[in-house]
């Protein structure tokens, strides 16, 4: 959902995001944000210290983004960030860690 700091936060199982040749698209229980290949401006990996502390696979994907109707950016919360953060670049979005 939204947060205030104009921000939106969607974490599996509740959110999906599926990596498409031309877009990025996380679904929501209240809807989808579609991020057109160009409109991706960064996509950088957010990880707690707990989870690197215990070296777990949970962390975030910060989707920063120039849709004009969407929060300035968007956190996908995941239980496993490191295969994430794989499948991206594979596809073409690169990943600041």
Known sequence: GDSFWLASY???PFAHLLICDDRLILTYPEGAYDFPRASVVRLSRRDGWVSRALRLGWGGL???HAV???PPF???STLDIRSLCERLPAAGYPVKT
Do not use: M, N
């Open 10 to 12: 969607a974490s599996w």
């Open 62 to 64: 910060r989707i920063e």
């Open 68 to 70: 004009s109707d969407y």
């Open 74 to 76: 968007v956190l996908f």
